[in-house]
């Protein structure tokens, strides 16, 4: 029994259990930093919480100089709003209800019991402590008198379900700002009166209350703010000096009644008069799109961005601003390009391009004479020139290059009629293809960019979405909205065909090419379709290959040659998949992926797997995906593997390993001994190897693969079954 007992105490130590390893495939790295933050509140002690859109919420507990995510419980990365009550519980809504932390955002917990419409849109706090909560569309106003613990619909009078702002005065008066002008009520919530004399816009945002109960009103539609003095009942146009024909998206108040306005497109605009006359205080504040502010004891005003700029701060009564978004990780990721040597760069939608120089340890922005800041594609040419392609926002998009690592750039669109950059390709040639929405079509360059030409004959829809080059410089581009799918050119894009044999879903959002295996990833339609098609035969052909996909919107694709064979992964707006049999099966990786809405994935030459998310910055697999180690050791002995898959339809992949440097030569032969094809007769140095063999065009039956390398032959036996 002794003995028994240390044979089991040894094998514990030395084969742990699994539960002991790391769960995890994925970790987040640090960055890129910034995001849309459409919430933000400051606890008694100054903790200042920022809501975000796909980021979750984070903590400052330095002013805002870092961010820490705050994220234990909650079940949606989406912020809409936030609360602190008098008891210093914190109070998120979103677009699953609403949460509450009872210690200052370490741990979250649903508190939904009778909100019968959760996406929840705003949130204010009475001086008794009692919460309200206003929907999106299809409730109105929720109240709790128990910290959050129960809720009740407090709809008598309010015809409109979209309350997107509310403000309480002195008096526990309650406004919610609706699609419908304003409504009031005057006894907790249990009956509302409509407030239209005066208000011009039924499209009303926002309301802030100064210290003499004087309500602001933030509107869209180019009518700007108003002003009550009578407690809502009449109301009068204070536009004077305010210029913006936007969206008034956040209305704040310090304690000298200085009254900031947040503007979707032009910034901030302040009030020192209780908006008798406005100014624009834009000074270093270089997100323009304004969503939300909170004022701290101090009056250091910070306000929240969208389009990625996330969270600026004054602390000059809005003279100056300064963005202060160290730590907080909420950005767009909507492009992923790694060099040889591991040198990363990550494009987002809002905040520019970012640059990893430690594999994607942390990121630094490299937006040095680079106007554009919306970025959807980038690609690196044999030669290490970097080319970005951009959305046309802001008056800047189009192709930017880079001939030194990013550190400074040059717009490249002579010749593109279109700015909207959706997908970038570089051919064998370094001639780069774009690929532009909005009826651009694809454009070439084989000067590096210094011109480009229109290249679209053939192309009967000019909606591109994505493009990819294979081994012998085809060209294939991924269409949207137009019904056809996906095109093929062999002529460096002077021609192109339709090529959707077999192809049922017709929306595009990604395409990886080798050999003659084409992949495409496409988004349901109707609520049917989607998901990923493979083609065998360069494309002229597709089967769908969804078996395991549990999600069917499809937003990138990446594929990487491993010992064993090729890895692919799909991102979806619901996670990532892998599939180690091309395609044939699908299982979800997405343990530590903490944010699902993956919009890129790329490879490194390690093997490591990248993936850019909608408000989540970068995560990286915690392994590499390939045997990379292993295929640069020497093997000690010649061996040539089984094929896998074997039996195969079309596609399979031949192994084997060399312990020293010679000419080999990898053939495959019939039954009868003839010569099918040669797939590789070259030197190359010891080591491991794998080729994959496209048999698409032979037709059933046995085959043999023989492999010479100097005194060394062996041949294995496979199976082609269609």
């Known amino acids: 029994m002794k003995n028994l007992v240390l044979v089991l105490l040894l094998i514990a130590i030395l084969f742990p259990a699994a539960s002991s390893r790391p769960q995890n495939f994925w970790e987040q790295t640090n960055g890129p930093c910034g995001g849309n933050v459409t919430a933000l509140a400051v606890?008694?002690?100054?903790?200042?919480?920022?809501?975000?859109?796909?980021?979750?919420?984070?903590?400052?507990?330095?002013?805002?100089?870092?961010?820490?995510?705050?994220?234990?419980?909650?079940?949606?990365?989406?912020?809409?709003?936030?609360?602190?009550?008098?008891?210093?519980?914190?109070?998120?809504g979103t677009n699953s209800g609403i949460f509450r932390s009872i210690d200052n955002g370490e741990n979250w917990t649903q508190v939904n019991n009778g909100i019968t419409y959760t996406f929840i849109i705003s949130l204010t706090v009475n001086s008794s402590g009692h919460i309200f909560a206003g929907t999106f569309e299809g409730g109105g106003v929720f109240r709790s008198t128990d910290n959050g613990d129960n809720w009740i619909l407090l709809d008598n009078g309010l015809t409109n379900t979209y309350v997107l702002g509310m403000a309480v005065n002195s008096n526990d008066d309650i406004f919610a700002a609706t699609y419908d002008y304003v409504f009031r009520s005057t006894d907790n919530g249990e009956s509302w009166v409509h407030l239209t004399n005066g208000i011009t816009n039924p499209y009303c945002w926002c309301l802030a209350v100064n210290s003499l109960d004087y309500i602001f009103l933030g509107t869209e539609g180019g009518e700007g703010i108003f002003r009550s003095t009578d407690n809502g009942d009449t109301w009068e146009h204070i536009n004077?000096?305010?210029?913006?024909?936007?969206?008034?998206?956040?209305?704040?108040?310090?304690?000298?009644?200085?009254?900031?306005?947040?503007?979707?497109?032009?910034?901030?605009?302040?009030?020192?008069?209780?908006?008798?006359?406005?100014?624009?205080?834009?000074?270093?504040?270089?997100?323009?799109?304004?969503?939300?502010?909170?004022?701290?004891?101090?009056?250091?005003?910070?306000?929240?961005?969208?389009?990625?700029?996330?969270?600026?701060?004054?602390?000059?009564?809005?003279?100056?601003?300064?963005?202060?978004?160290?730590?907080?990780?909420?950005?767009?990721?909507?492009?992923?390009?790694?060099?040889?040597?591991?040198?990363?760069?990550?494009?987002?939608?809002?905040?520019?391009?970012?640059?990893?120089?430690?594999?994607?340890?942390?990121?630094?922005?490299?937006?040095?004479?680079?106007?554009?800041?919306?970025?959807?594609?980038?690609?690196?040419?044999?030669?290490?020139?970097?080319?970005?392609?951009?959305?046309?926002?802001?008056?800047?998009?189009?192709?930017?290059?880079?001939?030194?690592?990013?550190?400074?750039?040059?717009?490249?669109?002579?010749?593109?009629?279109?700015?909207?950059?959706?997908?970038?390709?570089?051919?064998?040639?370094?001639?780069v293809f774009v690929g532009s929405y909005f009826g651009g079509g694809v454009f070439r360059s084989t000067d590096n960019g210094d011109s480009w030409v229109q290249i679209d004959n053939g192309l009967t829809c000019t909606s591109i979405w994505s493009l990819a080059v294979n081994e012998n410089d085809d060209l294939f581009v991924g269409t949207a909205g137009c019904g056809t799918g996906v095109y093929k050119s062999t002529d460096n894009g002077n021609t192109w065909t339709l090529i959707n044999n077999g192809l049922t879903s017709t929306d595009i959002t990604s395409l990886i090419a080798f050999n003659d295996t084409v992949y495409a990833g496409t988004l349901s339609q109707m609520g049917t379709g989607g998901g990923v098609f493979r083609s065998t035969d360069n494309g002229e052909t597709w089967t769908e290959q969804n078996n395991g996909l549990t999600f069917y919107d499809i937003t990138s694709l990446a594929s990487v040659s491993d010992i064993s064979g090729r890895v692919i992964f799909s991102g979806t707006s619901n996670g990532i998949f892998e599939s180690s049999d091309y395609s044939e099966n699908w299982v979800a990786v997405n343990d530590g992926l903490t944010n699902i809405d993956v919009r890129t994935l790329a490879f490194n030459p390690g093997g490591f797997v990248f993936a850019g998310t909608a408000g989540g910055g970068v995560f990286r697999s915690i392994n590499s995906i390939t045997s990379v180690e292993d295929a640069h050791q020497v093997p000690l002995t010649f061996s040539l593997s089984q094929n896998y898959p074997n039996p195969f339809n079309p596609v399979t992949v031949i192994s084997w390993q060399s312990p020293f440097s010679s000419v080999q030569a990898l053939k495959v032969y019939d039954v009868l001994g003839r010569e099918v094809t040669t797939l590789v007769n070259e030197y190359r140095p010891a080591g491991k190897y794998q080729k994959e063999f496209n048999a698409s065009k032979l037709s059933s039956g046995v085959y043999f693969y023989k492999l010479s390398a100097g005194q060394f032959s062996e041949v294995k036996k496979m199976i082609l079954i269609k």
């Open 43 to 92: 606890n008694q002690t100054g903790d200042i919480f920022a809501g975000t859109t796909g980021g979750g919420i984070l903590k400052s507990t330095d002013n805002g100089d870092s961010w820490n995510q705050v994220n234990n419980g909650l079940t949606t990365n989406n912020i809409a709003a936030l609360a602190v009550n008098s008891s210093g519980y914190i109070f998120a």
């Open 240 to 431: 004077n000096g305010f210029t913006s024909p936007n969206i008034v998206n956040a209305l704040a108040i310090n304690s000298t009644d200085d009254v900031f306005a947040g503007t979707y497109g032009d910034g901030i605009f302040k009030s020192t008069n209780n908006g008798d006359n406005w100014a624009q205080f834009n000074n270093g504040l270089t997100g323009l799109y304004v969503v939300s502010f909170t004022i701290n004891s101090a009056d250091d005003v910070f306000a929240g961005t969208y389009l990625g700029d996330g969270v600026f701060k004054s602390t000059d009564g809005g003279d100056n601003w300064t963005q202060i978004n160290n730590g907080l990780i909420a950005t767009e990721v909507r492009t992923v390009a790694i060099k040889p040597d591991n040198l990363s760069f990550a494009g987002t939608y809002g905040t520019g391009i970012f640059r990893s120089t430690d594999d994607g340890e942390d990121w630094t922005p490299v937006n040095n004479e680079l106007p554009a800041a919306y970025f959807t594609s980038i690609v690196i040419n044999s030669n290490g020139v970097i080319f970005a392609g951009a959305d046309f926002v802001d008056g800047a998009g189009g192709v930017y290059r880079s001939t030194d690592n990013g550190d400074s750039w040059t717009e490249v669109n002579h010749g593109m009629i279109t700015l909207d950059v959706r997908a970038l390709a570089i051919n064998s040639n370094n001639d």
